[in-house]
Structures are given as structure tokens and as C-alpha cells.
């Protein structure tokens, strides 16, 4: 009998990873037309990231030191006392001011956010949803106020980034209020609202080691509501956030120290005169 029992709760474990699977590794050409609009909540988004994560676990792990999560960082003000604080780091082979032109063209329409998408294609257009491979120079112009959008489903109202903090070289912060389900933004200093809504602080953080490596740390703090906020949506936030940032880091120094490796010279041996 006991073994009947922990068949059948063995049976939506199993289903639960499959959906996990299927929604960290979209095909975009053949899933369901749901399927699809469900990636496009935040739900269905951070459930796409954590499928993702499955498929590449060092996603789920954080990379950053000790001294790294206690570290005092700037934007983290912008929430006194978040539900959440994640911090996440990379080492890249580069120095930081080679690295901030990345940071600057970040977004949606701009140079991307260099992350795995769980939406797999932009709808309106049909086309695979990337990131820019180089330096684009019509958007290295970056102010406090600018507004970075999420993804293809995001306007002014909906789905947005606000740069709060700018410091050259140094650090970029964003900021985000939004109803969870909707995406529409909301004002964190207004009256809170009656549906669940999420406020997020995303502080990069370049830290050089040396005159060629940087440290580049990556904190999110999140405050949800109404209190209190379902523990497993939680588990499924930090789980899935971390997959996604750590996709952001790794995209940037993937891009940067390809951008930054210089040509190599062939000199012909005696053998290919």
C-alpha cells in the first residue's frame, strides 16, 4: 500500500518536471498557442527560467563569494527591507570601462538583455528573440529616468525598467513596480494595490580585480504583496531569477571577452611557404 501511495504522488512530480522541461526549452514553431501566452505572464516567464535552469544548473547556483552578498551596494535604498535579496557575480577578462558599453545598451529594442528568452520568438515580428554580439553606438546615450523596456509585450505602461543610478564605469541600477500577473506598472508611492504586485532594484556592479579582470555583481531585492505572499511562488521567484541573471551574466561576458579577443596572426612555418 505504501508503495501505491508514493506512486501517485511520485505521478504530478513527474508531470511538474516534464512542464518544467517544456517551458525552459521552448519550440516556439510547435507549442500550443496557450502554452505560448502563458510565457508571456510573469508566472509562466519565472517557471520558464527555473525549466531552463534544470537544463543548465550552474544557471541556479549564484557564483557570488561570501563578501560579495553582504557587500554594501548602490540602489539598496530603493527597497529598505525587500522579501527577497539575491546576489549573483561573474568574472570577466576585462577591464570594467570595456565592459559598462554593454551595460549602457541594455533592454528590449536596444541591445537585449543578453539573457535566454523563455518566449522563444518576438510575436509581432516572428523572428527569435537576441541580443546584440557588438558595441552599438546609437545606444551608448543612457540617463537616470530613461526607460529600458522587459520584452516584445512591453510599453511605457507595461513591463518597464526605470534607470535610477548611473555611474560611470561603475554601476547601473534599475528599477521596476508592476502588478504581478498583468505586468502593468503601479506606483510604489501610492496606495499599494489589491492584486499581487511585485518591486524589484537590479544594481550591476563593476569591481576590478586587476587591470584585466573584473568582478561583475548583479543584486536583485524584491518586495511582494499583499502580505503575506504565497511561499511557493517565492521559491519559484528566486529560483527562476536566478537562472535569469545568471543567463544576463553570462551572455555579457560571453560577448565581452569575445568582443575583447584579439585576432590571431598566422605565420606561415617553413611547411606552407
Known amino acids: 500500500m505504501f508503495k501505491w501511495i508514493l506512486g501517485l ?5 513527474i508531470l511538474g518536471l516534464v512542464f518544467l522541461l517544456l517551458m525552459g526549452n521552448p519550440q516556439s514553431e510547435f507549442e500550443p498557442e496557450r502554452l505560448r501566452q ?6 509562466g516567464e519565472y ?6 535552469g534544470l537544463w543548465h544548473p550552474h544557471l541556479l547556483v549564484s557564483g557570488a563569494n561570501n563578501a560579495e552578498h553582504t557587500l554594501p551596494l548602490p540602489g539598496d535604498k530603493l527597497i529598505l527591507n525587500p522579501k527577497m535579496q539575491m546576489t549573483r557575480a561573474i568574472t570577466i577578462d576585462a577591464p570594467a570601462k570595456d565592459i559598462w558599453p554593454w551595460l549602457l545598451q541594455m533592454g528590449y529594442g536596444r541591445g537585449g538583455w543578453y539573457a535566454w528568452s523563455p518566449l522563444g520568438k518576438d510575436r509581432e515580428y516572428g523572428e527569435k528573440i537576441t ?23 512591453s510599453d511605457k505602461r507595461k513591463g518597464i525598467w526605470i534607470v535610477k543610478m548611473l555611474y560611470q564605469d561603475r554601476a547601473l541600477v534599475l528599477y521596476s513596480a508592476r502588478e504581478i500577473y498583468s505586468g502593468k506598472e503601479i506606483d510604489p508611492k501610492g496606495p499599494k494595490p489589491t492584486v499581487e504586485y511585485i518591486v524589484r532594484s537590479r544594481a550591476f556592479l563593476l569591481e576590478p ?11 536583485t531585492r524584491i518586495d511582494t504583496g499583499p502580505a503575506p505572499s504565497f511561499r511557493l511562488n517565492n521559491f519559484i521567484l528566486r529560483l527562476g531569477d536566478t537562472a535569469r541573471e545568471r543567463s544576463i551574466l553570462d551572455g555579457i561576458k560571453e560577448r565581452v571577452e569575445l568582443a575583447n579577443k584579439a585576432p590571431t596572426i598566422f605565420t606561415p612555418g617553413p611547411d606552407h611557404e
Open 9 to 13: 504522488l511520485a505521478i504530478p512530480l
Open 38 to 43: 502563458f510565457r508571456l505572464t510573469m508566472t
Open 47 to 52: 517557471l520558464g527560467y527555473v525549466g531552463h
Open 131 to 153: 541580443s546584440a554580439d557588438k558595441i552599438l553606438p546609437e545606444y551608448q546615450q543612457l540617463n537616470i529616468g530613461h526607460i529600458l523596456l522587459e520584452g516584445p509585450d
Open 209 to 219: 580585480i586587476d587591470a584585466r579582470k573584473t568582478r561583475l555583481v548583479l543584486r
